[in-house]
Every structure is written in C-alpha cells, then in structure tokens.
T-cell receptor, first 115, second 109 residues
Framework: SAVISQKPSRDICQRGTSLTIQCQVD?????MFWYRQQPGQSLTLIAT?????????ESGFVIDKFPISRPNLTFSTLTVSNMSPEDSSIYLC????????????FGPGTRLTVL | GEDVEQSLFLSVREGDSSVINCTYT??????LYWYKQEPGAGLQLLTY?????DMKQDQRLTVLLNKKDKHLSLRIADTQTGDSAIYFC?????????FGTGTSLTVIP
C-alpha cells in the first residue's frame, strides 16, 4: 500500500488569503487526485493532478481558485486561493495503487477553517 | 453523473451484526469499495470487490454485490465499539470514483 502524508494537517486562515497544501507519497504513482470533504458531506473530486502538465478539473472547480502543481510522481500541491468561509473543508489527496489495479489510498487530510 | 446513495445513520448493539447498504446507478462500474473514516481521521480502505463478483469475505467483513439491482452491502460481524465511524461506499467507473454520502455507524455498548 502507499503511504501518503499531507502538510499542514490543519490550519485556520483569514478570508482573502491563500493556503498551499502539500501531498507526499512514499512511492511513485501515476494517478493523484485532490478531494474536498465539506462538513458532514461526502467527498467531491476537485481535480486529477497530472505530472508535468496542467491538472484536469471537475465541473465547478477552476484553476484560478484551486491551482495544482505536480512536479514529479511522488509530490503534489493544492492551493486554495482567495479563501472564503465556504472553503472551510477537509482537503484530501489520494493516489491509485500499483499492486492492485484501482486500489485508492487517501492521505490523512488537511482540515481548513476560514474565518 | 453517477448517484451513489447510502442511509445516513445506523445504530447497533455491541456484538450484533451491522449491515450498511449502498446503491449506485452507473452500469459501467469496475470496482466497488468500502472506506472507513474515524473522527478527525482520513479514509481507510476496508475492502473492495470486483464488479463481476457476488461476494467477498475478509475476517469480520462480508461484501455482497447485486449487480442487477446495483446494490452493495457491507456486513460487519460481531460489531465492536471501535467500529463506530462513518462508512463510505465508492464506485469506480472507467472515468472516476464516485463516493456515497456516508453512513454513520454508532455501536452501543
């Protein structure tokens, strides 16, 4: 299985600021994703982080608000820009494993509160 | 898009069996998953089943899949207080994962 770490684990931010979340995987993986889990809700896919090219965003999410970088096969960042209280959520990165096709592993999440 | 639905809450007594249900709509599912999320923690993959299987058993966990009815269930035998958590089913189609709404399981001592 893949071991995924995220930084920071939690943060409290002011409206209008930006926060960059880091995701580090202990092995090379082809597919990395960013999800959002709003309070009491299920997970919503934000985007697929593509190595060496622009991320693929889902409907309702745009690059200006959630810029994503993926410089290599083990690391990605998600920035939440110009934050508002509605951005308060848990942000999770996930990867698809290589041992069993389709097996998806999640990081511990970053709990973001915007005041 | 795909709809994946679960009932929101389930309470069981310690030692009883728990059954958590999930329905989905997309017929192109390849794998279906169950994840556990404890308070303040990330998601933990519990088990998964290929879409061409009917059942999978893994210790106290039994997954049943009725592909015709697009119904997935997770049975936890001898439920313990440590099983209290939110359980998410997830459906993998060729394009992406879809998560259910989550079922909050409360185990009463």
């Amino acid at each position: 299985s893949a071991v995924i770490s995220q930084k920071p684990s939690r943060d409290i931010c002011q409206r209008g600021t930006s926060l960059t979340i880091q995701c580090q995987v202990d092995s090379q993986v082809t597919m990395m994703f960013w999800y959002r889990q709003q309070p009491g809700q299920s997970l919503t896919l934000i985007a697929t982080a593509n190595q060496g090219s622009e991320a693929t965003y889902e409907s309702g999410f745009v690059i200006d608000k959630f810029p994503i970088s993926r410089p290599n096969l083990t690391f990605s960042t998600l920035t939440v820009s110009n934050m508002s209280p509605e951005d308060s959520s848990i942000y999770l990165c996930s990867v698809v494993g290589r041992v069993v096709v389709g097996e998806q592993f999640f990081g511990p999440g970053t709990r973001l509160t915007v005041l | 898009g795909e709809d994946v639905e679960q009932s929101l809450f389930l309470s069981v007594r310690e030692g009883d069996s728990s059954v958590i249900n999930c329905t989905y709509t997309d017929s192109s599912s390849t794998y279906l998953y169950w994840y556990k999320q404890e308070p303040g923690a990330g998601l933990q993959l519990l088990t998964y089943i290929f879409s061409n299987m009917d059942m999978k058993q893994d210790q106290r966990l039994t997954v049943l899949l009725n592909k015709k009815d697009k119904h997935l269930s997770l049975r936890i035998a001898d439920t313990q207080t440590g099983d209290s958590a939110i359980y998410f089913c997830a459906d993998q189609t060729p394009n992406q994962f879809y998560f259910g709404t989550g079922t909050s399981l409360t185990v009463i001592p």
